[in-house]
């Protein structure tokens, strides 16, 4: 996470994408892709110590944000011991893989959650980077990851999926129902309220926040999020999961029981409502296009914005506590 900023670089823009005649999701590029924009700059003295609200470890400012700081971990006893490549990356150009999806795997709105997914499911996707099925145009973030996985050798990729596959995956979202939220901005690329406490209707959106965002800047692994969703997309998303649609097939068909998994369908419990609308958009405009996401993109092409947003609603909020809000 400390070189997010490089990473990610920006996002999409409406005037930059190159829709397909038949996505219907191009809405959700609106509000679902991070972005760093530029702002004055933050002074700090490298030696300035940097504490999070419930770490009793500290950091010089250097130590997180310098160009050789690597992934930050303010609770090394939650996790197994980080593999080079987690925590540092190995070869001049890669970077850690924990820098981004973080140490325990939980990661962020902008980056997938790696926690808990099977090892035969991550290698996978590496195998679609590297053959251009994935990642080949856009987002930056994907295009990003292709050429990351072209960097990393075998023997590292394979230590870090078996550490990732490793752990049990601890959802740190809690999704609001809520016709008000607030107004927000992209900072540190996450959305970020606005000073003054403005509020505005939330429409067709998923509005995901740090709950404590000074210990999000400073890559507090803890921190969590909530996501505001329309009233309604917890039952409407249900209703997608368990029964269907039309034509589209109920979620938990490939994606198991309380979309838990199932084969080589990954886990959506309690991940990053933003994450998977973001991923729908990908497979209904045909740039995730390994052979197993076939079936998936033929679902997501035939859902509507709606559709898209509560069935994602619906999967994080099965991690943990969802409540409806004024």
């Given at each position: 996470m400390p070189h997010i900023a490089a990473l990610l670089l920006v996002a999409w823009a409406c005037a930059c994408t190159a829709a397909s005649s038949h996505d219907n999701?191009?809405?959700?590029?609106?509000?679902?892709?991070?972005?760093?924009?530029?702002?004055?700059?933050?002074?700090?003295?490298?030696?300035?110590?940097?504490?999070?609200?419930?770490?009793?470890?500290?950091?010089?400012y250097k130590d997180l944000f310098g160009a050789d700081s690597g992934a930050t971990d303010w609770f090394p006893d939650s996790h197994p011991p980080l593999p080079r490549i987690v925590a540092h990356g190995t070869v001049p150009g890669a970077e850690s893989c924990g820098g981004c999806h973080t140490v325990n795997g939980e990661g962020l709105p902008a980056t997938a959650a790696l926690a808990g997914l099977s090892r035969a499911y991550m290698l996978e996707q590496i195998d679609a980077f590297r053959r251009g099925l994935r990642g080949a145009h856009e987002p930056e973030s994907a295009t990003f990851m292709a050429k990351e996985v072209k960097l990393v050798g075998n023997h590292d990729i394979a230590q870090a999926v078996d550490y990732f596959a490793s752990l049990t995956f601890k959802p740190n979202v809690r999704v609001a129902e809520t016709a008000w939220v607030p107004r927000t901005h992209w900072r540190y690329y996450v959305l970020g309220a606005d000073a003054g406490g403005h509020r505005e209707p939330i429409g067709q959106r998923i509005i995901e926040m740090p709950v404590h965002p000074a210990d999000y800047e400073h890559y507090d692994t803890h921190a969590g999020f909530i996501a505001y969703v329309p009233p309604g997309s917890i039952r409407r998303g249900a209703r997608l999961a368990n029964i269907g649609s039309g034509s589209v097939l109920a979620c938990a068909s490939c994606?198991?029981?309380?979309?838990?998994?199932?084969?080589?369908?990954?886990?959506?419990?309690?991940?990053?409502?933003?994450?998977?609308?973001?991923?729908?958009?990908?497979?209904?405009?045909?740039?995730?296009?390994?052979?197993?996401?076939?079936?998936?993109?033929?679902?997501?092409?035939?859902?509507?914005?709606?559709?898209?947003?509560?069935?994602?609603?619906?999967?994080?909020s099965l991690g943990g506590e969802a409540r409806a809000e004024k």
């Open positions: 999701l191009q809405s959700i590029v609106q509000w679902a892709y991070p972005q760093a924009p530029p702002g004055k700059p933050t002074h700090h003295s490298p030696d300035e110590i940097i504490r999070v609200s419930d770490s009793r470890r500290t950091f010089r994606h198991g029981d309380r979309l838990q998994g199932l084969g080589t369908a990954p886990p959506l419990a309690g991940r990053s409502p933003t994450y998977i609308a973001r991923e729908l958009l990908l497979f209904a405009s045909g740039q995730r296009d390994s052979p197993n996401a076939a079936p998936m993109r033929h679902e997501a092409e035939q859902l509507t914005p709606k559709e898209a947003i509560s069935a994602a609603a619906y999967a994080a």
